[in-house]
């Protein structure tokens, strides 16, 4: 039997205390210890971004870190990505406006990773957008309106 540690999360600005086995993933501790379950599973293996979270501004794979790794640093999920008062992420209210999903299931990774790939000035162009956020697989086929949408925010981050 594994024994349990306590850690420590801070998740979307808020402080957490549990107990879990060493081998808990972040992914696993937000979506069945916290009951964060925006932050997506769909392969559990590295493959697909639907995971996708920040640690400490960087966008990072939740399923392949494990929680006590982000133990003591700041973690950000899609919950946490609107304003307190509701207002939409520029990503967000541009994924909406652009239909840039269709199922939802990729779409928290993409957000997610959209809004680093922004931070990380890696959305010049469409194709940079394109290169920046295959690691993000969507079956729905919606990665036109992905682009456009990353664009869109994009050029309203910088103005
Ligand atoms: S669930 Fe983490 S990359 Fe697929
Ligand atoms: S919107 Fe369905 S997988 Fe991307």
Redesign the pocket.
């Known amino acids: 039997m594994t024994s349990k540690t306590p850690i420590h999360l801070t998740i979307n600005g808020h402080r957490h205390e549990l107990q879990v086995e060493p081998r808990v993933t972040l992914?696993d501790a937000l979506r069945d210890h916290l009951g964060l379950t925006g932050t997506k599973?769909?392969?559990?293996?590295?493959?697909?971004?639907?995971?996708t979270v920040h640690v400490d501004g960087q966008r990072v794979?939740?399923?392949?870190t494990l929680a006590a790794q982000a133990a003591g640093r700041s973690i950000t999920t899609i919950e946490g990505l609107a304003e307190g008062d509701g207002t939409l992420h520029a990503v967000q209210a541009a994924f909406l406006e652009q239909d840039a999903f269709q199922c939802g299931y990729c779409t928290p990774g993409q957000i997610m990773s959209a809004v680093a790939c922004i931070r990380e000035g890696h959305a010049g162009t469409d194709d940079e957008i394109r290169e920046y956020m295959a690691g993000n697989l969507c079956r729905c086929g919606a990665y036109p309106h992905i682009v456009a949408a990353v664009r869109q925010a994009a050029t309203e981050v910088a103005s």
Not at 41 to 51: E, I, V
Not at 61 to 64: G, T, V
Request: proline share 0%; with cysteine.
């Open positions: 992914l599973k769909g392969c559990d293996q590295g493959q697909c971004g639907a995971c794979l939740a399923c392949l």
